[in-house]
């Protein structure tokens, strides 16, 4: 059966008011800040009312070409536990436009199991994205201004780290010269990132409320003086926070929209999987957690990124205990850990689905690990053939965990009532016991040993000499008793995004640690990692058009 594209599903769907999709979480009309018809934020004041729900995370295998609709399955969750008459909230990412016009071509679920309005959600929104640029421009300009003013003892050209930001995939702007011609400035050297790296859209994603904003936002570092101290030079010393938070007003409540059931949606935030922590805002978790009997949130990329990190930022910092998890698989990124190449995919092939299966079970025993509850999704497609999921089955069986079969992008919520009900049974269940992976106290490399041994399986971490430098200083100015982000490939555990399945007998090489002074963490990078995307020879940008009566064509 030929299924729709993903935005004539969408355009076909019959929306609910938003006043309808809030009532039934019990909030009324005048507790909404509308945006339209079928979008409106909510009060940050429910993020603060006590929570009701429980939380369930949905994480997913290492992901690969043949694509795994982790957002997809997390969205078509929601919607088959809504069908069982559970009380549940959707909590997920925002799109950026770079990944929009570059690549994906849309970020909002796929198939029947959509958040829409799907058009809005994937280009202006509610213009969270474009607060989060400005105030971090602001926060640049601020910087470049006091350079040209000598206002800031100490400030020079060489010791300004902060960039600039754009919502667009544009590699011409990773590295540029500012201030070039008489009277503009410092000439200097800077760069641009894409606004899910800036650590903006991390503070926005975890702080509380506004005073925990403005806080954040007055810790950030843009630099540091030019004697031999080097001592931080923070936002607070530009006297940038309060400005930068007046920007950021708005944008910090979270965003109500709906699934294509008609099923409540918190789309909110969007840091970087891997660069940053890689999940939607606390704010809106925690307001689903007021509302909600269960949340279905999602984290960026596999479980040794997005789970990780989950567990052990998130959670760690906003106080969250999740009660489960789905972990995401499919047949064909299995056979790809096994050693098939794309265009030979969809052939049945027992032999090297077999090979990807240790890769599955490394993921699985990332979650446990952390004391969470598992069950494994399969998201179907029509190419599976039956004796390949029920090896899937047979292996999680294997391992003690349940495996059901999903199809979500073809059914919506009815292909995904047996894994609801499944994740129904580990709620009902024993309960886990959560616990992070590392003490905060312990020192940056230890942490990052940490991670890379017991999460990835390497054998442990090389820092070059630079990065040595790097936390050394950290250490010296109060960023050594915070969580570690790695920021690595999100294709492969080890820091080569070519080897796959699960690789055995690696080292990890640490290349550069940033501090987070905003956000709460510290970023150790190992390989290549971007924070400014390109675009493709044919970005996805080329295939869009937009019909004389306004009708969008080509957002996928």
């Known amino acids: 059966m030929s299924i729709p594209s993903d935005i004539a599903i969408a355009q076909q769907a019959r929306l609910r008011p938003i006043s309808d999709v809030a009532a039934e979480l019990d909030l009324p009309p005048d507790a909404l ?5 079928h979008i409106a934020k909510l009060p940050l004041e429910v993020a603060a009312h006590p929570s009701r729900g429980r939380l369930v995370l949905v994480t997913a295998i290492s992901p690969t070409p043949a694509g795994e ?71 640049s300009a601020l910087a470049d201004n006091a350079l040209h003013h000598g206002t800031v003892p100490g400030l020079g050209a060489r010791r300004v780290t902060w960039p600039r930001t754009i919502d667009m995939n544009d590699r011409a702007l990773r590295e540029v010269i500012t201030g070039v011609g008489a009277g503009n400035g410092v000439v200097r050297e800077g760069r641009w990132v894409i606004v899910p790296a800036s650590e903006v859209m991390a503070i926005v994603a975890l702080a509380r409320d506004l005073p925990d904003l ?79 009997d269960v949340v279905v949130t999602e984290a960026g990329f596999g479980s040794d990124l997005g789970a990780e990190k989950f567990f052990n930022i998130k959670c760690r910092l906003g106080g969250l205990t999740p009660a489960a998890a789905v972990l995401v698989a499919t047949v064909r990124s299995l056979k790809m850990h096994g050693g098939v190449p794309l265009a030979a995919l969809d052939r049945e092939d ?58 979500v992008f073809a059914e919506g919520g009815a292909g995904g009532e047996g894994l609801a009900q499944a994740v129904l049974g580990l709620l009902e269940g024993p309960p886990g016991d959560f616990r992070h992976l590392y003490e905060v106290s312990r020192p940056i490399a230890e942490k990052a040993e940490t991670i890379a041994r017991r999460v990835y399986g390497a054998d442990g971490v ?5 990065a040595a430098r790097q936390v050394a200083w950290l250490e010296a100015n109060g960023l050594g008793d915070t969580p570690v982000c790695m920021a690595k490939t999100q294709y492969s555990f080890t ?10 007998g690696f080292r990890l090489t640490v290349t550069e640690v940033t501090g987070a002074a905003g956000a709460g ?25 937009m019909a004389a009566d306004g009708t969008v064509e080509g957002l996928s």
Do not use: W
């Open 214 to 292: 403005q806080a954040r936002l007055g810790r950030i570092v843009v630099g540091s003086s030019g004697d031999a101290a080097r001592v931080p030079i923070r936002a607070r010393d530009l006297a940038a926070a309060d400005a930068m938070a007046l920007l950021l007003k708005q944008a910090l409540a979270p965003n109500l929209v709906q699934t294509l059931e008609g099923g409540p949606a918190l789309v909110h935030a969007g840091p970087f999987g891997n660069l940053a922590h890689g999940c939607n805002s606390l704010v809106a978790t925690r307001t689903a957690l007021a509302l909600g």
């Open 33 to 37: 800040h509308p945006f339209g018809r």
């Open 462 to 466: 090389d820092f070059t000499p630079a």
């Open 69 to 139: 609709g982790k957002t997809t399955v997390s969205i078509g969750l929601a919607q088959a536990l809504r069908r069982l008459g559970t009380r549940t909230v959707l909590a997920i990412r925002e799109p950026s436009l770079g990944p929009v016009f570059g690549v994906k071509g849309g970020a909002a679920g796929g198939g029947y199991s959509q958040v829409v309005p799907m058009e809005e959600i994937n280009l202006h929104f509610t213009g969270d994205f474009h607060a989060i640029a400005a105030a971090h421009n602001l926060l």
């Open 350 to 407: 027992l032999g090297a689905l077999e090979r990807g299966l240790p890769h599955l079970a490394h993921h699985v025993a990332n979650v446990r690990q952390h004391g969470v509850p598992v069950v494994v999704a399969i998201n179907r497609r029509a190419s599976d053939t039956d004796a390949e999921v029920a090896r899937i089955a047979d292996a999680c069986a294997a391992l003690g965990v349940t495996a059901v079969p999903a199809t």
């Open 521 to 545: 963490f510290v970023v150790a990078r190992c390989g290549e990692i971007m924070t400014m995307p390109g675009l493709a020879a044919t970005p996805a940008a080329a295939r869009m058009r």
């Open 495 to 504: 820091d080569d995004p070519k080897r796959l399945g699960v690789p055995t």
